[in-house]
């Protein structure tokens, strides 16, 4: 007797469909570590239940089950080792990409892909991670400390935490009425086997209600899934039905002629669909497809005896290719996986192999840093290893760039130690140097600040933080003695002059500038300042007065063009803060706000002690720290500007 089965598939246990295999999962500690970890394959979905053969006792009907062989076309699964790669996903390379596709699956109507929403939330926050860490490492290479590092706020990142939940919601949502759906799939089928039961109640009416029963099975086959808990207990109670029936069932000639007619035609649509998927060049599609026909197959009733042989051969031979070509495409893959696993050891053997005692400098360990982070880069691109393998080489490409990342940050702690000397080091420097700058002893002076020069050449490097505003005084201090030595010395008293005049017009067109009526104001105070560079000295007594006629004028313009500048980025932030971007921006701004008013104590302080001096009073270097203080005020006055603007919407 052909056995009878509903929609589920016959699968058995150590046999389960390998593309339930759901998508990968990044590790949840992705978004604070040096490298990428690597994919884990969830479970596999529960095997359905093992499907009974109808009894032998139906040979008195004439119709026979398929031949023997048919046992042979349990369909190939991926061995056991293996997982089936889910089918490749179009993820967007962008945060804005990836909020967007999140919101076509929250407001569309089909059914939600976990897989790709694992997907998307792994590669946004993989994103998130590369721009955290290329705004430490530019933080840390400016001369910023590690420690006081702040992280800045994505305000993408909020809107995407919005969306997965609406899509969490919305799946929760989906999963709650496939489950309620399945438990009207057990309902109905419950009632088929009452309705089944009331036939058999009459065995004298059993053939009679032929067609009755056969749209009850029809009606079986066409209910989908139902709770798995029940599935099995189900189908033994419709089996055992079933088979009553067929027991006291007897076909006359006529109805098993259509039978073997109707069954022939359904087998022959299977052998042709097997044929084409055999020539398909999507092997996975094609595999998986192969266990929907081939359990179609078996739920069909038997054909005629004289066919039976060549349908059942000829359907048996189209599905060995797809098996085949199966076969052959996991070897391919475990073949690559192999080539994976030798590119993974090479880079963790590279990195491993990196000689770290020689690294002296804060440049030679930037560099190194480099390397590390382009073989991290380089990884990502590398496909899966073999399973079992997997899961060690990570771990140990991850053990390789934390203890490289560790010792980086030791030395880096050392080398700040360092700093901290040679700014001591630079600063008793320049004291001494601004202790010579105004003697008139031109050969013993110039002498001891040339020492002086070398020494500060022979001393190790400082904070970016301290180095421009130490060199500024150092070099202030020598170009001040130089300058008066040469102008001392100088028997060019007529090009001094054609300068002073060259300068003096410079000045003259700059005042002439209305900044409100110019459009290409910073290219003209650039090429103002380029020009007033390339002229030589002046007569010393007139280079301050000019100096500070120029140095006034480009401060008049500056400050319209910083001016202008701040009110784009207040507005900016506005835009930004009505975007719901503002999330922990208020404390940072605040501490910015102390640092900025910190260093404007301290450069006013030290302008009062300048100004105790009348020499002092009229410097480039007096100058220069006024200009530094009216900057750090104007930000200082944006910064409140914003805080403002925070307190506003909060």
């Not at 059914?111 to 792994?122: F, G, M, P, T, Y």
């Not at 309620?180 to 009416?205: A, H, S, T, W």
């Not at 739920?299 to 098996?323: C, D, M, Q, Y």
């Not at 900044?515 to 007594?541: C, M, R, S, Y």
Request: proline share 3%; aromatic share 8%.
């Amino acid at each position: 007797m052909e056995e009878l089965v509903n929609n589920e598939p016959v699968i058995k246990p150590e046999e389960v469909d390998t593309d339930a295999t759901t998508a990968t999962e990044v590790v949840a500690t992705e978004a604070t570590e040096q490298v990428q970890p690597v994919e884990q394959p969830t479970e596999v979905a529960e095997a359905e239940p093992e499907l009974k053969a109808e009894p032998k006792a139906e040979a008195e009907l004439e119709v026979e089950t398929e031949p023997e062989a048919e046992a042979e076309l349990e369909v190939e699964t991926e061995p056991e080792a293996e997982a089936e790669p889910v089918a490749e996903l179009q993820i967007p390379d962008t945060k804005e990409g990836i909020i967007e596709r999140l919101k076509e699956i929250a407001q569309g109507e089909e059914e939600i892909n976990r897989q790709e929403v694992d997907a998307l939330k792994s590669h946004f926050y993989r994103i998130l991670k590369t721009e955290g860490e290329a705004a430490y490492k530019q933080y840390v290479d400016d001369g910023g400390a590690p420690e006081a590092y702040t992280p800045i706020i994505d305000p993408l990142e909020q809107l995407f935490k919005e969306e997965m939940n609406i899509v969490r919601e919305k799946r929760a949502a989906q999963h709650k009425a496939l489950e309620q759906q399945k438990e009207q799939n057990y309902l109905r089928k419950l009632q088929i086997i009452e309705k089944i039961k009331v036939i058999l109640d009459n065995p004298d009416e059993v053939n009679k209600s032929y067609n009755e029963f056969r749209a009850l099975q029809t009606e079986w086959n066409s209910i989908k899934d139902v709770p798995a808990e029940k599935n099995t207990e189900l189908w033994k109670t419709y089996q055992v039905n079933v088979e009553k029936y067929y027991d006291t069932l007897k076909l006359n000639n006529e109805f098993r002629a259509y039978d073997f007619k109707k069954n022939l035609e359904l087998k022959t649509a299977l052998c042709e669909a097997a044929e084409r998927l055999a020539a398909s060049n999507d092997v996975l599609g094609a595999f998986r497809t192969l266990q929907n026909l081939h359990q179609q197959f078996r739920e069909i009733g038997p054909v005629s005896r004289e066919l039976r042989e060549e349908v059942w051969h000829r359907f048996k031979e189209a599905s060995t290719i797809i098996n085949k070509r199966h076969q052959e495409f996991f070897e391919s893959r475990k073949e690559v996986e192999n080539q994976n696993l030798d590119q993974k050891t090479a880079i963790c053997e590279i990195i491993e192999g990196f000689d770290l005692d020689s690294l002296k400098s804060y440049a030679d360990w930037n560099k190194m840093s480099e390397k590390v982070i382009s073989l991290q880069a380089k990884w990502k691109t590398i496909g899966f290893a073999p399973q079992k393998m997997n899961q060690k080489i990570y771990d140990r490409f991850r053990t390789a760039c934390d203890v490289f990342f560790a010792r980086r940050s030791e030395a880096l702690k050392e080398a700040r130690d360092s700093q901290i000397e040679n700014l001591k080091k630079k600063t008793e420097l320049v004291e001494k140097a601004e202790a010579l700058k105004d003697s008139t002893d031109w050969k013993k002076t110039a002498d001891a600040l040339i020492a002086l020069q070398k020494e500060w050449n022979a001393t190790g490097p400082v904070s970016r933080k301290h180095s421009v505003a130490l060199w500024t005084r150092f070099r202030a201090a020598c170009d001040t003695f130089f300058e008066a030595k040469k102008a001392n010395t100088s028997s060019q008293h007529g090009e001094q002059a054609e300068n002073l005049s060259k300068k003096r017009a410079i000045v003259a067109r700059l005042e002439a500038i209305v900044p409100e009526e110019t459009t290409d104001l910073h290219q003209q105070l650039k090429d103002a300042q380029t020009e007033w560079n390339e002229i030589g000295h002046v007569p010393f007594k007139e280079k301050d007065a000019v100096y500070q006629a120029f140095r006034a004028q480009m401060d008049r313009l500056y400050d319209f063009l910083d001016e202008t500048a701040s009110k784009r980025r207040v507005e900016r932030f506005k835009n930004v803060i009505s975007e719901g971007g503002g999330d922990r921006m208020r404390d940072k701004l605040v501490r910015q706000a102390e640092i900025l008013e910190q260093e404007i104590k301290t450069y006013e302080n030290n302008l009062g002690f300048l100004n105790l001096s009348k020499a002092n009073k009229s410097s480039n270097l007096v100058e220069e720290l006024h200009h530094k203080v009216d900057k750090l005020k104007a930000d200082l006055k944006e910064i409140r500007e914003k805080i403002k603007i925070l307190d506003a919407n909060s």
